[in-house]
């Protein structure tokens, strides 16, 4: 994966994760090497990016998930516990 994908995509000026286009992660997700799919679809998980968002103090690890629910999303680890949750599930849960 290309460094700093994210940022050429224009995600660092999204609100929300649950926010991006879709396209742009079927985007992300049909550029993948067929390595890297493979670890998507073995791990639940690719690491996509470090990235630091405005007000935020650190670069921090932007993923693509696989959601059973919702398929791939964009993610980064959050809580205690760093778990990588679908923005689209915590906003239907909140």
């Keep these: ?3 700093h994908v994210l940022a050429s995509l224009g995600i660092i000026s999204v609100v929300g994760l649950q926010q991006i286009n879709p396209d742009v992660i079927r985007s992300l997700v049909s550029n993948l090497s067929i390595m890297e799919f493979l670890t998507l679809v073995i791990t639940g998980k690719i690491l996509v990016d470090w ?3 405005e007000g935020w ?3 921090i690890p932007f993923y693509i998930i696989k959601c ?3 398929g791939f999303q964009i993610s980064y680890p959050s809580g205690f516990n760093k778990k990588l949750i679908c923005p689209k ?3 239907e849960y909140s």
Excluded: A, E, I, S
């Design 57 to 59: 103090k650190d670069k």
């Design 51 to 53: 990235m630091r968002l």
């Design 89 to 91: 599930c915590t906003q």
């Design 68 to 70: 059973d629910k919702h």
């Design 1 to 3: 994966m290309n460094k």
